[in-house]
C-alpha cells in the first residue's frame, strides 16, 4: 500500500514525502506544478497570487483559507501543519519568463499572500519566502506582501530594492486580549507596529525605495474601549488602513467562510457583535475622524496596490 502523502491525514497517494516538526506544526515538502495563480474574486485586480505554503502556522480561528485543505481533517486541523513548496524558486522563474515573452513591456502585479502567512515562523528556517522575493526582484513586478509577521524585516535588503511594493500588515483588533482570544499562534499587535518602524528605518538607511503600508483590519474583530483611541492613534504609521467584515459562513463544507471556531469566539463579544452593523460603523468613524491624513478603504477596494 502507498505511504501516505500526509502522515495521519490519509486520502492522497505520495510524489513525494519529507516530514518534520516546527513547533507542533507537521511540515511536508511538496513539488508544486505553479506557483503564480490568477487573481480573482476580492484581488481581481492583480494579474496574480503566489503563495510559498500551503497552510499555515497562525491558524487563526476565522481563516477563510482553512476551506482550501486538502482534505477535511486537514481542515480541522487548521495550524497545525503547514507544506512548502520545495521546487517554488525554479517554477515562479519559468513562470515570470513566460509572461514577460507574452507581456515583454508589462510587469504582472502579484499579491503574495492570498492563503497563507508568507512570513509565517516556518519562513526563519526554510527562507522560501526570501528566495522568491530574490527571484522577483530580477522582474520588476507591483509586488504586495500580506502578512502579520514581524519576520518580514529580514528582508529589508530585499524589500527596500523593489519600485512598487505595498506592505499590508494584518492587524484585526487593538486590544491583546481580543488577539489571543482570536488568533493566539500569531504574532503580539506591537511586535506587528514595530514592524513597520523597523521596515521604514531600515529602507531609510539603505536609501532605498520606502514601500506603501497599509494595515488590514480585516476582519474587524472587536477593539475595548478603554484600547481604542491608542490603538487609533498607531495606525497613523501606515498610508492606508482597511476594514472588513467577518468573511460570511454559509455553513457548507468546502466554502471559504469565517470558521466555526471563530462563530463560537464572538459569542464572548455580545457587547460588540449584538449590534455587529454599528460596532463596524462607529469604528468606521472614529478611523475617519482621528486620521485625517490617512486612506480609510473597506473590503475589496482596500486591496489594490495604487
Ligand atoms: S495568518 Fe492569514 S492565512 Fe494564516 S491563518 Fe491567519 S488569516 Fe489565515
Known amino acids: ?127 522560501l519566502t526570501r528566495s522568491l522575493l530574490e527571484v522577483m526582484l530580477e522582474y520588476r513586478p507591483t509586488l504586495v506582501i500580506q502578512t502579520r509577521s514581524p519576520i518580514i524585516t529580514r528582508d529589508i535588503d530585499y524589500l527596500q530594492r523593489f519600485q512598487h511594493l505595498r506592505i499590508n500588515m494584518s492587524i484585526p483588533t487593538g486590544s491583546e486580549a481580543v488577539r489571543r482570544d482570536f488568533e493566539p499562534r500569531s504574532p503580539s499587535i506591537k511586535a506587528r507596529l514595530n514592524a513597520i518602524v523597523k521596515i521604514k528605518q531600515g529602507i531609510d538607511s539603505f536609501k532605498g525605495f520606502i514601500p506603501k503600508f497599509s494595515i488590514t483590519i480585516t476582519p474587524l474583530l472587536p477593539t475595548l474601549t478603554t484600547d481604542e483611541d491608542a490603538f487609533i492613534q498607531k495606525l497613523a504609521i501606515a498610508d492606508r488602513v482597511v476594514i472588513q467584515d467577518f468573511h460570511p459562513n454559509n455553513h457548507r463544507s468546502l466554502v471559504a467562510g469565517t470558521r466555526q471556531e471563530a462563530e463560537n469566539i464572538k459569542q464572548r463579544y455580545s457587547w460588540w457583535y449584538d449590534s455587529e452593523q454599528l460596532s463596524y460603523q462607529r469604528f468606521k468613524q472614529k478611523l475617519l475622524s482621528q486620521l485625517p491624513g490617512v486612506e480609510i478603504k473597506e473590503g475589496k477596494d482596500g486591496f489594490g496596490y495604487e
Request: glycine share 6%; charged share 25%; with cysteine.
Open 1 to 127: 500500500m502507498a505511504k501516505s502523502l500526509y502522515e495521519g491525514y490519509g486520502d492522497e497517494t505520495p510524489k513525494k514525502f519529507v516530514r518534520e516538526k516546527f513547533g507542533d506544526t507537521n511540515v511536508y515538502a511538496q513539488n508544486a506544478k505553479s506557483l503564480l495563480t490568477k487573481a480573482t474574486g476580492f484581488i481581481a485586480a492583480y494579474d496574480f497570487t503566489l503563495n510559498p505554503y500551503r497552510g499555515c502556522q497562525y491558524g487563526c480561528s476565522y481563516c477563510y483559507a482553512a476551506a482550501f485543505s486538502p482534505n477535511t481533517k486537514m481542515r480541522q486541523d487548521w495550524g497545525k501543519w503547514v507544506i512548502f513548496k520545495e521546487n517554488a524558486v525554479k517554477v515562479l522563474e519559468k513562470e515570470l519568463e513566460s509572461w514577460y515573452n507574452k507581456h515583454p513591456h508589462q510587469p504582472p502585479k502579484i499579491y503574495m499572500s492570498s492563503v497563507t502567512d508568507p512570513y509565517q515562523p516556518l519562513e526563519s528556517k526554510h527562507q
